[in-house]
């Protein structure tokens, strides 16, 4: 650690990542605010989500667990181990620590009683059931990211108090791959959301398979795919060059404050508009 000293662009790079580590903690806060709210939604309109997200098989009358890490079979229809904290589950999904959940088996022999004869949604064989494991980590991967970053801003501004400025080579790592965790934490989100309601396109009204139109080719899919992926990965591929060919150049030479008493009224601008 050192102190930054008037004279050098240090006080610049350190104000500028103290901003950037509140707006990450500030903004990591409200997410995790909302996302609690809306996970209180989800369970009520879309209770087999969370279910998968928790990989909960058995229904929970009261003091549902929410489990940190859980092992289970590869066809992920059983839990073998698993580390919780009760009652958690029930206060994600219902704001009460001794709120009930319903589990996987339950909303599955539910969802074929209700659905198994609709027209517009799944056959009796269907197991409305998503991909738990995916379900699972993905749920998990969205929240640890995010509060991995919050945690990080938290670091960043306690290392940065009092005028200092961490030396530490672990620190410029710390910062740099940081800004990464927001994306990762919002595709994870993604990921959950579209495979934690499957099979369904419209919960409970349109079967996912349903959906599929009849005249868009797989090879036309297929193709858009591949396009999109290609143009964005290049497009990541020069951003990411810029933003390191900058941090690089670093920042113009300091200069002093003019006294503009003496200042030539001549002289060239620096900058103007």
Known sequence: MRRATVGSDLPMYRSATRLGAVVTLVAGLAVAVSGDVQGKIMTEVQPMKMAAAEALYQSAAHDAPFSLFTVGSLDGTQEKFSVTVPGLLSFLATGKFDGGVKGINELKSQYATTYGDSGNALDKD?????????????????????????????????????????????????????????????????????????????????????????????????????????????????????????????????????????????????FAY
Not at 137 to 158: D, H, I, Q, T
Not at 194 to 205: A, D, I, K, S, Y
């Open 126 to 270: 269907a197991t409305y059931v998503p991909n738990i494991p995916l379900s699972y980590w993905s749920f998990r991967l969205m929240m640890g990211v995010g509060f991995a970053a919050m945690a990080a801003a938290a670091a960043v501004l306690w290392a940065t108090r009092r005028d200092l400025v961490p030396q530490a080579r672990w620190w410029r790592w710390l910062i740099l791959l940081t800004p990464l965790l927001p994306i990762l934490g919002n595709s994870f989100g993604w990921i959950f959301t579209e495979v934690g309601r499957q099979p369904w396109l419209v919960f409970g009204l349109m079967a996912t398979s349903t959906g599929v139109s009849p005249a868009v080719a797989a090879g036309e899919v297929v193709t858009s795919m591949v396009v999109y992926t290609l143009l964005y990965g290049i497009l990541a591929v020069v951003e990411v060059k810029l933003f390191l060919a900058y941090m690089r150049a670093g920042a113009p030479p300091f200069e002093a404050p003019v006294d503009r008493t003496t200042q030539d009224e001549d002289a060239e601008l620096a």
